[in-house]
């Protein structure tokens, strides 16, 4: 990551005020960058795109699967009993991470789950900050409606933990409020000697029964 230049972004701040983007409208966006001050460092030094100047010729070619392994439909249906456990990652963000941490307190006081600590930056698959719990199928049929009514706004990911963890992540789930990205394409089944699924060890002393 390239350190935080604040010249630079002062740059940008002014190229979209709304005196900027009247020149945007006027003479449009190589006007824009030229009135910036930053117009060297978004072109070239010879005025010629680094990509080249046939990019428009490229074909469209078929990108690799997601999948791998998995070229054609499936035969048969997945059995359920797949399932292990689940994973439940609440998402937050400067503006809203006090619900976060109410949620957090909710969760540690009437749930028993391994609740994870908090990620302030984006991990593993996970774009923005998050917390996480886990949790077994037997609490599926409460945690997942008591989630939906005590969200508070927030955006929750709910997956299986499968020997999957690729499709798990991004073709098994359940979405509270609404979806965002996932960046789970990279991630492979568990190495040889790996536990073939993902365990989940009860970290919590709950001391509330969950609202019914």
Excluded: C
């Excluded at 006027?26 to 030094?45: E, H, N, P």
């Excluded at 609440?90 to 941490?101: G, M, R, S």
């Amino acid at each position: 990551m390239s350190e935080l230049n604040p010249h630079e972004d002062q740059h940008w701040a002014e190229l979209l005020s709304p005196r900027r983007r009247s020149v945007l409208r006027g003479g449009g966006l190589a006007a824009a960058f030229a009135a910036s001050g930053i117009a060297g460092k978004a072109l070239a030094a010879d005025g010629k795109s680094p990509w080249g100047e046939d990019t428009w010729k490229e074909a469209t070619t078929r990108p690799a699967s997601v999948r791998p392994g998995e070229q054609v439909l499936p035969t048969r249906p997945r059995a359920y009993s797949d399932i292990k456990s689940y994973h439940a990652h609440i998402y937050f963000d400067e503006d809203n991470f006090h619900k976060a941490a109410l949620l957090h307190k909710w969760v540690a006081e009437r749930f028993v789950v391994e609740l994870g600590n908090w990620n302030l930056a984006p991990r593993g698959p996970h774009v923005t900050p998050s917390f996480y719990f886990g949790f077994n199928n037997e609490q599926l049929q409460v945690v997942v409606p008591w989630l939906q009514l005590n969200s508070l706004g927030l955006t929750i990911l709910i997956h299986p933990n499968t020997d999957d963890p690729r499709a798990d992540h991004l073709y098994y789930t359940l979405w509270v409020n609404r979806s965002q990205p996932v960046n789970a394409y990279a991630m492979q089944k568990p190495a040889p000697g790996e536990p073939a699924v993902e365990q989940i060890f009860p970290n919590t002393k709950p001391t509330l029964r969950p609202e019914t």
